[in-house]
């Protein structure tokens, strides 16, 4: 079955999203998410200028030989652009392998390890009173796990709130720099938790994110005053360059730690995995490396007594969330799935088959990922140039987004 055709697909349904499409001689085809948020042309550019030409002709059952082949081949290895690119075709590929043989593609990871997967929303809100009607709302629509964010006293544009239910955090318009102070943050966190949990009792499910924002020592202190009120997870507490970091914060806290999201390989994560210095990998299927490389740094963190927690916000496109939902349904570890509901214009430009219905998702059953791509309403919605934003702290300096 061989690639006869492919093409890059840069569109913007209410986002900036960049996709990719394999045809094979058979006349089947395969999409991938190639959405890198903020630098979307540079992997439109090197899977078009440099990634597809190697393609072509080659056998499109072959997944794990062409994923070997564009990441050692190139020389250059792991990185945010060279993943997303391989991501994508990798992607690509499951979704051919499933379309051929009428399967969907959670079938061929496996089977199904669970009747349906489990998914966190987003509630935000400018104060406690509006995040507790936030969480409300959530609840209401059937959730059982809701990730909480509120605007800190004092400082404007707080990480995570957004405007309505949604959450978009790139802008098209100016860069956008908002200012950040940890210890007001500190300071106040706690008290949203001790509110939600007194407002909606013990098994409700709360995340959040501290988005890279603290020190370990600071992150240590946060995860100690939010025992009470026992998280689902405080997720990204401290960069996670230095893996190490992560050791620090499991000595002084319970609280269950995620990290990942902005990991394009198992190298970012295999030690903070090895140690048990975390609880979920977010890694999700966009930017590390696949359907192929998310199982296997799945595989390694389940050795650990670690789970999965795989991104979704929107940026992540439909082909994405599809993708990941297939591999939260089969991998044994799973633990949950961000869930952050397209804009209609990008539902409508990705029409799918993936569901949500009472606090969890199903993938579907259409062979492949079950989601496609209306090419002649994805041209109505020429790419935007946006960025997110950067955070500065209040004298000015430029702090961790
Ligand atoms: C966030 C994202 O979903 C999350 O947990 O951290 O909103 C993140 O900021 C964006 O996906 C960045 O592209
Ligand atoms: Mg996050």
Known sequence: MRIVGGKVIVCSPGRNFVTVKLETEDGIYGLGDATLNGRELAVASYLGDHVLPLLEGRDARRIEDIWQFLYKGAYWRRGPVTMT??????????????????????????????????????ASGGTIDETVDAVGRYVAAGYHAVRAQCSVPGLTDTYGVGRGDHYEPAVRTQ?????????????????????????????????????????????????????????????????????????????????????????????????????????????TVVHAGGISHLRKIASLAELHHVRTGSHGAT????????????????VHNFGIQEYMP????????????????????????????????????????????????????????????
């Not at 994508?88 to 009428?102: F, H």
């Not at 499991?250 to 394009?264: D, K, L, M, S, W």
């Not at 579907?364 to 002649?376: A, C, K, M, N, Y």
């Open 85 to 122: 690119a391989i991501a994508a075709v990798d992607a690509a590929l499951w979704d051919i392998k499933g379309k051929a043989l009428g399967v969907p593609v959670y079938q061929l990871l496996g089977g199904a390890s669970r009747d349906a997967v489990l998914v966190y929303g987003h």
């Open 175 to 283: 860069l956008h720099e908002p200012r950040w102070s940890s210890t007001r943050y500190l300071n106040f966190v706690p008290s949203l938790f001790e509110r939600l949990r007194a407002v909606f009792g013990p098994d409700l499910h709360l995340l959040h994110d501290v988005h890279h924002r603290l020190t370990p020592i600071e992150a240590g202190r946060l995860g100690r005053a939010l025992e009470p009120h026992h998280l689902f997870w405080m997720e990204d507490p401290t960069p996670a360059e230095n893996q190490e970091s992560f050791r620090l914060i499991r000595q002084h806290t319970t609280t269950p730690i995620a990290v990942g999201e902005v990991f394009n390989s198992i190298f970012d994560c295999h030690r903070l995995i090895e140690d048990e210095s975390i609880d979920y990998i977010r890694t």
């Open 315 to 330: 940026d992540l496109s439909p082909v994405c969330l599809a993708a990941a939902l297939h591999v939260d349904l089969s």
């Open 342 to 401: 397209h804009a209609a214009d990008t539902d409508r430009v990705f029409p799918h088959a993936y569901r949500f219905e009472g606090g969890v998702m199903y993938p579907g059953d259409t062979p492949g990922l079950g989601v496609d791509i209306d090419e002649e309403l994805a041209a109505t919605f020429p790419y935007q140039r946006a960025y997110l934003p950067v955070a500065r702290l209040t004298d000015g300096t430029v702090h961790d987004w």
